[in-house]
């Protein structure tokens, strides 16, 4: 019996430092997607408005100025979050940037970006992967 508890205790010891290791858990990560998903939602609204004379130029503009803001403050957040790396910038820059472009907003850049980063960050496989394209001498041989 104390040997079946102490393999369950080891067992739960392996899994919460694997949780810790993760930089975005399943509710955060799920909030930063809805919230990114609505943006993309007015984004592409403010898109389907651009063929209507006047209005829908402003309301594109509008979307444009939007886009770039939301993307602004998902650089910051995944700043403060400590996400470091030069492919996860990357990605991260390339659909904030690609998503201001009005007939670009159509698709969701943002969020797709979104979905690379989170299994950059929180996969270590991925991570040493990425790290390794990146170009950073000795990257690939760290365990």
Not at 38 to 66: R, W
């Amino acid at each position: 019996m104390a040997e079946e508890t102490k393999k369950t205790e080891k067992t739960s010891v392996k899994i919460d430092n694997a949780e810790k290791k993760k930089k975005f858990g399943t509710g955060e990560f799920i909030f930063v997607t809805l919230l990114l998903f609505f943006a993309e939602i007015f984004d592409f609204l403010m898109n389907i408005a651009f063929p209507i004379p006047a209005i829908g130029q402003v309301l594109s503009a509008l979307g444009s100025l939007f886009s770039f803001v939301v993307g602004a403050f998902f650089m910051l957040y995944l700043f403060l979050k400590g996400v470091r790396g030069f492919k996860t910038w990357t990605t991260g820059i390339a659909g904030w940037l690609a998503n201001s472009v009005p007939i670009l907003q159509i698709f969701p850049l943002q969020i797709l970006s979104w979905f690379i980063i989170v299994a950059i960050e929180n996969n270590p496989k991925l991570e040493k992967l990425a790290s390794a394209a990146s170009g950073k001498p000795g990257a690939a041989m760290k365990k």
